[in-house]
Nanobody, 129 residues
Framework: EVQLVESGGGLVQAGGSLRLSCAASGFTFDDYTIGWFRQAPGKEREGVSCIRRSDGSTHYADSVKGRFTISSDNAKNDNAKNTVYLEMNSLKPEDTAVYYC?????????????????WGQGTQVTVSS
């Protein structure tokens, strides 16, 4: 059973940085995509970024391009576990949301949440102005 555990959220001033971590384990297949999503109060869930294990390809929402960087440590060749990071720089108040990581074994549109099968519990990110 896949388990996803997020950490690293917190309170930061505008212009600051945070790094989120998603510890993933229990994979059924070798290839998968892990994505980061966020949801602010009263707003729809938004796909932020994702990374595919097999080739390391990444995708970003326009709203975070140039500020956020996704990476993973599966280069350690541990097929049973993987940690995916989301480095967030130049944070803005509009980045405030609960951030979730999620896993999919078959994505087409990369940042559409309905393509993801397993979700973490989320971590709060608050950016003060």
């Amino acid at each position: 059973e896949v388990q996803l555990v997020e950490s690293g959220g917190g309170l930061v001033q505008a212009g600051g940085s945070l790094r989120l971590s998603c510890a993933a384990s229990g994979f059924t297949f070798d290839d998968y995509t892990i994505g980061w999503f966020r949801q602010a109060p009263g707003k729809e869930r938004e796909g932020v970024s994702c990374i595919r294990r097999s080739d390391g390809s990444t995708h970003y929402a326009d709203s975070v391009k140039g500020r956020f960087t996704i990476s993973s440590d599966n280069a350690k060749n541990d097929n049973a576990k993987n940690t995916v990071y989301l480095e967030m720089n130049s944070l803005k108040p509009e980045d405030t949301a609960v951030y979730y990581c999620a896993l999919s074994y078959s994505v087409i549109y990369y940042l559409h949440g309905y393509e993801y099968d397993v979700w973490g519990q989320g971590t709060q990110v608050t950016v003060s102005s």
